[in-house]
């Protein structure tokens, strides 16, 4: 119990002390220093998920770092709980966006970090706003920024695999950036979905080898939401053994 009151503490008072940044990131970007704002923006958030981490009492393990190209990429992993995106935006070491659900903008200064890291916010239940959405972030990826997208649609809450939305792959064919695969196993247990309890636990991130969408076959792109899904099963069938 000490652990979880120690973590959401840190975890607000962080965000009210990160306002601070916010006002600096502001002047950087009055001041057109596009390369000093974009540094601050990832070295903060990183800072503050690596922390968010540690205080759980967790450990992270990234395994196949190399596999990540230098240019901008659309990485897909599978959703198992709420440290996904801090894990993510910690251990991946390259700037990210996140393709969220639009629940998250009304989280108050959480939302504006996520803004300045080019989060696009996705409402599921409008087909016109989710297409709006992803065509928003097939713009992100075509000027050179790189997100990651939870196919699943929302937390498993486990080990569990759920099916992946066919569409949300478009993404990278309308972009034609390479998609990384990413397998998260284990952050499901440093927070259930229905409780505020943090316990510690150990997590593994795998990055497989990027698929390169602009070298398929269109029958390749079509059934592209079944191949990365099948490489996550596989890995995480892997770190189960």
């Known amino acids: 119990m000490i652990r979880t009151v120690i973590w959401y503490v840190y975890f607000w008072l962080y965000a ?17 220093k596009t390369k000093e704002a974009e540094k601050l923006i990832f070295e903060a958030t990183k800072k503050w998920s690596r922390r968010l981490i540690k205080l759980s009492g967790s450990t992270v393990e990234v395994i196949g770092t190399e596999n990540i190209p230098d240019e901008n990429v659309l990485f897909v992993s599978n959703h198992q709980g709420d440290f996904d995106i801090p894990i993510l935006l910690g251990y991946l070491n390259k700037p990210v966006g996140f393709i969220a659900k639009v629940e998250l903008k009304k989280v108050p200064i959480i939302s504006i970090w996520m803004e300045k890291i080019n989060c696009v916010f996705i409402d599921r239940k409008s087909p016109r706003k989710s297409l709006e959405a992803i065509l928003q972030a097939a ?10 997208i939870f196919p699943e649609g929302t937390r498993s809450g486990s080990q569990k695999l759920r099916n992946f939305k066919p569409s949300s792959l478009k993404l990278a064919i ?27 636990a150990h997590v593994t991130v795998t990055i497989s080898p990027p698929v390169f969408v602009d070298k398929l076959s269109k029958k390749e792109q079509a059934d592209l939401a079944d ?13 189960n053994k």
């Open 16 to 32: 009210v002390y990160s306002i601070i940044l916010l006002i600096k990131l502001n002047k950087l970007t009055k001041q057109n």
């Open 139 to 148: 713009k992100l990826l075509k000027k050179g920024k790189s997100l990651v």
């Open 174 to 200: 309308k972009a034609k950036v390479p998609i990384v695969p990413v397998t998260i196993n284990g952050s499901y247990k440093i927070k259930k979905p229905d409780s505020l309890k943090i316990r510690p």
């Open 227 to 239: 191949k990365i899904r099948e490489v996550i099963a596989k890995s995480l069938l892997n770190n």
